[in-house]
């Protein structure tokens, strides 16, 4: 008789971390006996981020609809999981988790585990029109009612959970998210340096930051910040690399503050890793993070952070060992922060050293990976 697989629910989106995340968890769950299945919420064509398929989990794809309750993806969801019968429905993601969550126990499935990225701050409006801050509570209590295990990927989110009553405590268990080091320690060398590409002279300092450019993130800080830095040190630049809806007013932003010759929006990029490598500080002033990977990944690549004191990043910096933490939205103490680095060497070695040596012991795909199997061990053995 087969063996009674697990099944994985998340959107594919090539951009995300959380299918890079659930992606790693999977192979570490299959390498000690798992069966695994994957539902994507995507298209079939779209690209995602990894190859579930290649590494021997089959793929069902469940297109999702923009629309604020897609009750038909509920319906297909509950059918899947009636036909595959799983020993337990996994979920990522405040909206997956819904369906997942909701589906799985009207299917009956014996076991289900949610994993929640996010801290609970929503904008004020979703892109259906309704109320985002809303719908996002309902959606929250109604799978950490119905759900058995709730996994959180940082203290600072099940901090948040339990702010609002919203689940059980004896549910929860955090599974920290983790980056895969190999990526930083065994990448190929840049055809062009960063400093060659940008048209740089080889004696600039390069602040950067890496993200989606969206009003949460908060890139008006550091670009207000940058106007300071600049003033006080005209070598320095700032590399920013990713997209979002507000690129265009940023670049504008730059223009109108005549920073646009030190500031560099680099669009969507693949090379994260070489970037990393070139950076000089890593800067992020964002409001709100489950446990960012961006930082994550700046730690492993021996950047000092300058990041601000908010939920999920306290969680990854430790204030003036591997960075400094600063208020929200405080641009004269970031900007004060990211010179003190900029002007001591040694003092960004020694920072940049601290954080890589707390991402291999606490925040290494290594350790979420055995995280995770732990939790699934409590559930149901693996099989022999």
Same mark, same amino acid.
């Given at each position: 008789?087969?063996?009674?697989?697990?099944?994985?629910?998340?959107?594919?989106?090539?951009?995300?971390?959380?299918?890079?995340?659930?992606?790693?968890?999977?192979?570490?769950?299959?390498?000690?006996?798992?069966?695994?299945?994957?539902?994507?919420?995507?298209?079939?064509?779209?690209?995602?981020?990894?190859?579930?398929?290649?590494?021997?989990?089959?793929?069902?794809?469940?297109?999702?609809?923009?629309?604020?309750?897609?009750?038909?993806?509920?319906?297909?969801?509950?059918?899947?999981?009636?036909?595959?019968?799983?020993?337990?429905?996994?979920?990522?993601?405040?909206?997956?988790?819904?369906?997942?969550?909701?589906?799985?126990?009207?299917?009956?499935?014996?076991?289900?585990?949610?994993?929640?990225?996010?801290?609970?701050?929503?904008?004020?409006?979703?892109?259906?029109?309704?109320?985002?801050?809303?719908?996002?509570?309902?959606?929250?209590?109604?799978?950490?009612?119905?759900?058995?295990?709730?996994?959180?990927?940082?203290?600072?989110?099940?901090?948040?959970?339990?702010?609002?009553?919203?689940?059980?405590? !004896? %549910?929860?268990? =955090? $599974? &920290? #998210?983790?980056?895969? @080091?190999?990526?930083?320690?065994?990448?190929?060398?840049?055809?062009?340096?960063?400093?060659?590409?940008?048209?740089?002279?080889?004696?600039?300092?390069?602040?950067?930051?890496?993200?989606?450019?969206?009003?949460?993130?908060?890139?008006?800080?550091?670009?207000?910040?940058?106007?300071?830095?600049?003033?006080?040190?005209?070598?320095?630049?700032?590399?920013?690399?990713?997209?979002?809806?507000?690129?265009?007013?940023?670049?504008?932003?730059? !223009? %109108?503050?005549? =920073? $646009? &010759? #030190?500031?560099?929006? @680099?669009?969507?990029?693949?090379?994260?890793?070489?970037?990393?490598?070139?950076?000089?500080?890593?800067?992020?002033?964002?409001?709100?993070?489950?446990?960012?990977?961006?930082?994550?990944?700046?730690?492993?690549?021996?950047?000092?952070?300058?990041?601000?004191?908010?939920?999920?990043?306290?969680?990854?910096?430790?204030?003036?060992?591997?960075?400094?933490?600063?208020?929200?939205?405080?641009?004269?103490?970031?900007?004060?922060?990211?010179?003190?680095?900029?002007?001591?060497?040694?003092?960004?070695?020694?920072?940049?050293?601290?954080?890589?040596?707390?991402?291999?012991?606490?925040?290494?795909?290594?350790?979420?990976?055995?995280?995770?199997?732990?939790?699934?061990?409590?559930?149901?053995?693996?099989?022999?």
């Amino acid at each position: 008789m087969a063996k009674a697989p697990i099944i994985l629910v998340l959107r594919g989106a090539h951009d995300r971390p959380v299918p890079r995340l659930a992606y790693y968890q999977a192979l570490g769950l299959k390498k000690v006996g798992y069966t695994l299945e994957v539902v994507l919420l995507c298209e079939p064509t779209r690209e995602v981020a990894f190859d579930f398929e290649g590494a021997g989990m089959p793929v069902t794809y469940l297109p999702e609809r923009p629309v604020a309750v897609d009750w038909r993806l509920l319906g297909q969801l509950r059918r899947h999981f009636q036909q595959r019968r799983p020993v337990v429905v996994h979920s990522h993601g405040y909206k997956v988790n819904f369906y997942a969550i909701v589906a799985a126990r009207l299917a009956g499935v014996p076991h289900t585990i949610a994993t929640v990225h996010e801290a609970g701050v929503m904008p004020a409006k979703s892109c259906w029109g309704l109320p985002r801050t809303w719908l996002y509570r309902l959606h929250e209590q109604v799978v950490n009612r119905l759900s058995e295990h709730i996994s959180p990927i940082s203290e600072s989110v099940k901090a948040a959970i339990l702010a609002r009553h919203a689940a059980n405590p !004896a %549910k929860i268990t =955090i $599974v &920290d #998210n983790g980056i895969d @080091l190999a990526r930083f320690d065994q990448m190929d060398l840049p055809q062009q340096t960063l400093r060659e590409e940008l048209g740089l002279p080889a004696e600039a300092q390069i602040v950067g930051n890496v993200g989606r450019l969206t009003a949460g993130k908060n890139h008006r800080c550091l670009l207000r910040a940058a106007c300071r830095i600049i003033e006080e040190m005209p070598r320095t630049h700032f590399v920013i690399a990713g997209v979002g809806d507000l690129q265009e007013e940023l670049e504008q932003l730059a !223009a %109108k503050w005549q =920073i $646009v &010759d #030190n500031v560099h929006f @680099l669009g969507f990029r693949k090379d994260i890793p070489q970037l990393l490598d070139q950076f000089d500080i890593f800067a992020f002033p964002t409001f709100a993070e489950g446990l960012s990977l961006a930082v994550l990944e700046s730690m492993g690549a021996r950047l000092p952070v300058v990041a601000t004191r908010a939920p999920g990043l306290a969680d990854a910096v430790v204030d003036t060992e591997t960075g400094y933490l600063v208020p929200l939205d405080d641009d004269q103490t970031l900007a004060q922060r990211v010179v003190e680095l900029l002007r001591d060497e040694q003092l960004r070695a020694r920072m940049g050293e601290a954080g890589r040596r707390r991402v291999e012991t606490v925040f290494s795909r290594e350790v979420m990976v055995q995280n995770m199997i732990e939790l699934y061990r409590r559930i149901v053995p693996a099989p022999a």
